[in-house]
């Protein structure tokens, strides 16, 4: 059996783990096993970079900080869990269903470039973790598509899983850190071919969960035929 990987990725407050895991459960209901995974790793030592990043020890706002170097910390994360963690499920031809991976610092590092210079942070980027860390690749991405000043709002009061409080990160705290991840959201989307969800109605209002996992539900079948 062939192993897929399928990730379901998006600007902060977007659904993630909600949709991550009503698909898992959906998949489970039809005789499929799977394996959940969630980056960063928070519990592993390998995300000790990443908090540190998180918590403004390189920089204090988001922008301060390389975009690059930052995103090798997300990928050391991610090749430790692999090693560590899922690598032996991938090689069985489990199915895997992340929420977030790789293309989360396409999404959060790229925000940091523009133009011709994105476009080269994103070629680097899957050539990095794929080509030469030896990461899998994904079989599909879905893009939960959340503009930002709906994400701000949800934000509002949620906790945070880098610090365990209710504080913000340097991400989280920077609203034109934010917008400026949407629009590389929307890029990324374009230039690696993933699957976008709209996740808002014409009013900014979020749509019904159970519609947005329908719509999920149906690409990633399409992905694990």
């Not at 963690?85 to 590092?109: F, K, P």
């Amino acid at each position: 059996m062939e192993p897929r990987l399928i990730v379901i990725d998006g600007v902060d407050a977007s659904g993630k783990a909600t949709q991550t895991a009503l698909l898992r459960g959906r998949l489970e209901g039809l005789g499929r096993e799977v394996v959940p995974l969630s980056f960063p790793d928070y519990a592993s030592p390998a995300s000790q970079p990443v908090r540190m990043y998180l918590a403004g020890e390189f920089g204090y706002a988001a922008f301060d900080v390389n975009p690059y170097a930052a995103s090798v910390m997300y990928a050391v994360d991610r090749y430790a869990s692999y090693k560590k963690t899922w690598g032996a499920d991938y090689a069985a031809g489990r199915l895997l269903l992340c929420d977030r991976y790789t293309t989360s610092n396409a999404i959060h590092q790229g925000s940091k470039l523009k133009g011709s210079e994105r476009e080269e942070f994103f070629r680097w980027l899957y050539e990095l973790e794929f080509d030469r860390m030896g990461l899998p690749r994904p079989d599909g991405v879905i893009f939960l598509d959340v503009p930002p000043d709906v994400s701000l709002r949800l934000m509002q009061g949620r906790p945070n899983k880098a610090t365990g409080g209710d504080g913000k990160d340097i991400h989280e705290a920077d609203r034109d850190y934010l917008f400026a991840c949407y629009d590389a959201a929307k890029d990324a989307a374009r230039f690696y071919g993933w699957t976008r969800i709209d996740c808002t109605d014409g009013a900014g209002n979020m749509r019904e969960v159970s519609v947005i996992n329908d719509e999920i539900f149906a690409a990633a079948a399409g992905f694990i035929k």
